[in-house]
């Protein structure tokens, strides 16, 4: 089964509203990280959180990690027409070598 | 720079027909990875290979065989194709370490009839 799951499944915001995106996951991590895909292209990396930190930033992205809990959200500010996409979360789950993904959420930012 | 390169984009093959998916890197990583994306499932690791020379089973590995044949190639081989096959296929790469991200190539669309 999928280490991560991420909530909701879709989501659809007003340009300029704020999207946040959850992931649970099942086992210890490494870290964590969240990858966008437009359609019909390859994953692209966003941002990666290592298992000691709580929270990072870059740019509009916000990321959170809360090991207790086994779960992260990813928070897009002030969205644009061109987030519209999906977004993943994966965990590292041992020593780097295994990226296991989760479902993805789809999100659509609306003009 | 190309990244990582997959060959080909699109395949339509018949139940049974083999055929042997090609990936490449030029960004010198140990790691490389082949994924399927199905509609509503997310990404599921077929095999990966941590170094030249190694390669171990992912989620979903029965039907596929892998070849790591150096550091820059990691080829994927359906030997006799199912309908269940039909798929997205995604290769990846990624450095050594635990904090490193992974680079995907573009995909192949793989159909089988």
């Known amino acids: 089964s999928q280490q991560g799951e991420e909530d909701p499944q879709a989501l659809s915001i007003q340009e300029g509203e704020n999207a946040t995106m959850n992931c649970s996951y099942k086992?210890?991590?490494?870290?964590l990280q969240w990858y966008r895909q437009n359609s019909g292209r390859g994953l692209v990396h966003l941002i990666l959180?290592?298992?000691?930190?709580r929270e990072k930033h870059s740019g509009r992205l916000r990321v959170t990690l809360d090991t207790s809990k086994k779960s992260s959200s990813l928070l897009i500010t002030a969205s644009r027409a061109a987030d519209t996409a999906s977004y993943f979360c994966?965990?590292?789950?041992?020593?780097?070598?295994?990226?296991?993904f989760g479902e993805g959420t789809q999100l659509t930012v609306n003009p | 720079n190309a990244g990582v390169t997959q060959t080909p984009k699109f395949q339509v093959l018949k139940t049974g027909q083999s055929m042997t998916l090609q990936c490449a890197q030029d960004m010198n990583h140990n790691s490389m990875y082949w994924y399927r994306q199905d509609p509503g499932m997310g990404l599921r690791l077929i095999y990966y290979?941590?170094?030249?020379?190694?390669?171990d089973k992912g989620e979903v590995p029965n039907g596929y065989n892998v070849s790591r044949l150096n550091k820059r190639e990691f080829s994927l081989r359906l030997e006799s194709a199912a309908p269940s096959q039909t798929s997205v296929y995604f290769c990846?790469?990624?450095?050594?370490?635990?904090?490193?991200?992974?680079?995907f190539g573009q995909g192949t669309r793989l159909t089988v009839v």
């Open positions: 086992t210890s991590i490494n870290n």
């Open positions: 990846a790469s990624a450095p050594s370490g635990i904090y490193t991200e992974a680079f």
């Open positions: 290979s941590a170094s030249e020379g190694t390669t």
């Open positions: 994966a965990t590292d789950v041992a020593s780097g070598s295994r990226l296991t």
């Open positions: 959180i290592r298992s000691n930190e």
